[in-house]
């Protein structure tokens, strides 16, 4: 490594270090934590009811604006995801310490994608703070039509439903294998508080990747039967749930999950390395 190369790495570790960051990221767990509680509250509707909203993370920003303590959340949860996606970018250009094998190398990578993930949800808060629209579902159902539309298109639909599929599989094992746990300061929570977080990212994590893999599963029939209805996301996974009386009870216990999640989103805030 270059003495410029240090130098740099050096001052970006620094600011990587920064207490102000790791506050406004602890914060945007806090927030991740209250989008999630809200995305299960709709899901909830959807299974034992109706709802008229997107049922996705973009759903339950929408039902934050309906009044000023809403707007008013939507303003620190678009901060705290701006934070946590600089948190992560960092993560991604300098990663941890240790050894820089294949599984490092991976981490990083992982960490560059969630930075995007995290700054493309900020920009949908700001996106419902102004009124525009922000519908997730309608943004990938008009991309996918776009896209099937050309040549290949349609395999390149299917390709990215086989991505969606494979990262909630991946989100599932996560959670089922415990494997959050290694990002958590176990050590400073006390028994119960660590039993219950434990219980909470398990839940949470393999409810989203179930969610997520449903998700995959419809986007590459949406490729193969030319239907850009079904490559909505989140939004259709769960309303294809709701339409089948087996479906709504798996529906809701992905909601019960999701809630889960966002708890777990909570103790995140406190207990997260950052």
Not at 52 to 81: C, H, R, T, Y
Not at 260 to 271: D, M, P
């Amino acid at each position: 490594m270059s003495p410029a190369t240090s130098n740099v790495k050096s001052n970006a570790s620094r600011a990587a270090d920064s207490k102000p960051l790791e506050m406004v990221a602890r914060a945007g767990f806090v927030g991740y934590g209250i989008v999630h509680l809200i995305f299960a509250w709709i899901a909830i509707q959807l299974a034992f009811g109706s709802s008229g909203q997107e049922s996705d993370q973009s759903g339950a920003l929408q039902s934050l604006a309906g009044n000023g303590f809403g707007k008013f959340l939507l303003v620190l949860i678009a901060i705290g995801m701006v934070g946590l996606a600089i948190w992560q970018a960092f993560e991604a250009a300098i990663g941890e310490s240790g050894p820089q094998d294949k599984t490092a190398v991976a981490e990083r990578v992982v960490s560059g994608v969630r930075a995007i993930l995290y700054l493309s949800f900020a920009w949908y808060a700001v996106k419902v703070l102004r009124g525009a629209n922000a519908s997730m579902a309608q943004n990938q159902e008009t991309k996918s039509a776009g896209i099937m539309a050309h040549s290949g298109g349609r395999w390149l639909v299917g390709f990215v439903g086989l991505v969606v599929l494979g990262v909630g599989i991946g989100i599932f094992v996560y959670g089922l294998l415990k494997k959050f746990t290694k990002r958590l300061k176990m050590q400073e929570m006390p028994a119960n508080v660590r039993k219950t977080t434990v219980r909470l990212g398990m839940g949470g994590y393999t409810a989203k990747g179930t969610a997520y893999a449903i998700s995959g599963i419809l986007v590459v029939i949406a490729a193969v039967t030319y239907d850009p209805d079904k490559a909505r996301g989140l939004d259709v996974a769960l309303k294809t749930l709701a339409g089948h009386p087996w479906g709504v009870w798996l529906l809701a216990v992905i909601a019960v999950g999701i809630a889960a999640f966002g708890i777990y989103c909570f103790a995140q805030a406190k207990y997260r390395k950052v």
